[in-house]
Structures are given as structure tokens and as C-alpha cells.
């Protein structure tokens, strides 16, 4: 079956209620937790040793497709009818948004400790208690905005500084790579000094456990990633001619051979190869 992903602020009241049911069934069965684990275990950073593909790497995009597709066909594998919707930040940029509704995701934590209080992913629902060995706290958080210290979420001119990029991704295939849509897109330091756009400055706005290496903890995660995913789209679209970037297997010399997977190099934990991710037409489609 192809599910379509549609705008999240297009969903009607019952898909809402769908969606919010299904994650909250896969949270019982604590499948949701694992999801969370598997991507804590694949945050590695350009300062730590061994191979990156979720992050800061070439394969930050077809990681993410890859965890997506898993994460909504194990949610069909409770409502057959579901599927991830998408949150086009640059559009509804506000803690004001449907998005943030108490029908759907709840809002904004609330002063002091940032405990998210509204909506099904509250701590005192008693639904949403956040696992992990380490953890500070077991209640979700979120600091809409930052007040304290305002962040704003990218604008459509940002997101082109990305999207008009030509090429997919350049040596040395990190997060300090000053050109290439895959950085400009997660958002590292480009060269001048600026952190965070686009991708990671959505996980700034959201703020709370978006901020960490543990971001699924926060359903809003697969609605961030899914516009990144059809970011991705029409990216290649835009640019018909710019395959994915490196196509061959980086050599011995490189310093990032072994650390920086190349197209048809297999991405675990599941074994797929960047290549075989590029079309996705037979899982799912955008509404867009
Ligand atoms: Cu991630
Ligand atoms: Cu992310």
C-alpha cells in the first residue's frame, strides 16, 4: 500500500485523533522507546571516532527516510490508515499553530521546568513517561521559541540558501562542509561562524528534548523530518542532474574513509544502501 504524508495543518480532526492514537499504542508496547534508543545510538559526531550516517554525514538524509519509513509502517501496523504528516515550519512558525492544539501535539512546557502539560503527551496522562538510562527527566519537555532567548524558526529565504545549492554534499563530508545541500540543510556551521539554520534551528525553536541526541522523544521529531524528507524531494527535483553525493566508496587516503558512507555503501542498522532509498514512490508519497 502507497500512504500519502500530507501537511499536518490539512489533517482533519479524526486523522488527528488517528495519528495521536497510534503513537501512543506503539508507546505502550514500547516499540516507540526503541526508535528513540536506535537513534541516541547513531548520534555520532564529527569529534567521535567511527562511522557517522544519521548525522553530520552524506547519509543524514537517507538515515532519516530510512528511520521514517520504519517508524510509520510500524504505526500501520496498528491503524493501517495512518501515516506521518509533515510540519512545514516555514509556514506555521508560531506556538499559535494547530500543530501545538491540545487535539495533537499539546504545547509549549510550561514555566520553570518546561514540562510539556497540555495535550496526549503530557507527563500526567500517565501515556507519554520517557525511558532511558540516563535520563534527567521522564516527563517530556519543549521551550516553544525560547522566550528567554528568542529563537525564530527559518524562513523561506534560508531554506533556499539550501535548496539552490547545486551540488549534494562536498569533502569533507561533515558538519563543517561550507557548501552542498545536505549541510546547509542540517544546518552545521557553514563557514561563517553561524550554528544553526534550517534543520537544526527547528530543533532550537522547538527546544526541550528536540535539543538532544534523544529528539524522538518528542513526537514533533517525525513531522520535522518528514519536511525534511520532502525537502529532499523536491530538491531533486529542482536539480535533476545532482545525484547524491560521494558515488563512490571514499579511498583509504581520505580521512573519512570508513566514516562517510558513498551511495551504493550500506547504512545500518538496517543494511540499505543510500541508492536504494532515492525513490520512495512504492512506500509512500507527499500530498505536494
Ligand atoms: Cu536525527
Ligand atoms: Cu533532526
Known amino acids: ?96 499553530a494547530a500543530l501545538w492544539g491540545e487535539d495533537f501535539l499539546g504545547g509549549t512546557g510550561r514555566a520553570g521546568d518546561h514540562q510539556v502539560t497540555t495535550g496526549p503527551f503530557a507527563y500526567r496522562t500517565g501515556d ?18 525560547r522566550p528567554s532567548a528568542p529563537v525564530t524558526l527559518p524562513t523561506r529565504d534560508e531554506l533556499a540558501w539550501a535548496m539552490n545549492e547545486t551540488v549534494y554534499d562536498a569533502p569533507p563530508w561533515d558538519s563543517t562542509v561550507p557548501t552542498g545541500f545536505r549541510n546547509r540543510l542540517e544546518g552545521w556551521n557553514a563557514g561563517d561562524g553561524v550554528r544553526w539554520r534550517n534543520h537544526n534551528r527547528v530543533h532550537r525553536w522547538v527546544g526541550g528534548h528536540m535539543l538532544g541526541a534523544d529528539s524522538p522523544n518528542d513526537p514533533v521529531f517525525w513531522l520535522h523530518h518528514a519536511f525534511v524528507d520532502l525537502l529532499w524531494d523536491r530538491w531533486r527535483a529542482q536539480h535533476p542532474r545532482a545525484g547524491y553525493l560521494p558515488r563512490t566508496p571514499l579511498g583509504a587516503g581520505d580521512p573519512q574513509h570508513g566514516r562517510a558512507l558513498s551511495l551504493e555503501e550500506p547504512m545500518p542498522p538496517w543494511n540499505v544502501t543510500p541508492a536504494a532509498l532515492l525513490d520512495h514512490r512504492s512506500h509512500y508519497r507527499y500530498d505536494r
Open 1 to 96: 500500500m502507497v500512504s500519502i504524508r500530507k501537511n499536518q495543518r490539512d489533517l482533519t480532526g479524526a486523522e488527528k485523533r488517528r495519528f495521536v492514537t497510534a503513537v501512543l499504542a506503539l508507546k505502550r508496547r514500547g516499540e516507540y522507546d526503541e526508535f528513540v534508543r536506535l537513534h541516541t545510538h547513531y548520534y555520532v559526531t564529527d569529534a567521535e571516532q567511527g562511522p557517522r550516517t544519521g548525522h553530520m554525514a552524506p547519509t543524514f538524509l537517507p538515515w532519516h527516510r530510512r528511520f521514517l519509513l520504519e517508524f510509520e509502517q510500524a504505526l500501520q501496523r496498528i491503524d493501517p490508515n495512518v501515516s506521518v504528516p509533515y510540519w512545514e515550519w516555514t509556514a506555521d512558525r508560531t506556538p499559535a
Open 128 to 145: 507519554w513517561t520517557l525511558q532511558g538510562k540516563v535520563l534527567a527527566v521522564k516527563y517530556l519537555t519543549r521551550d516553544l521559541g
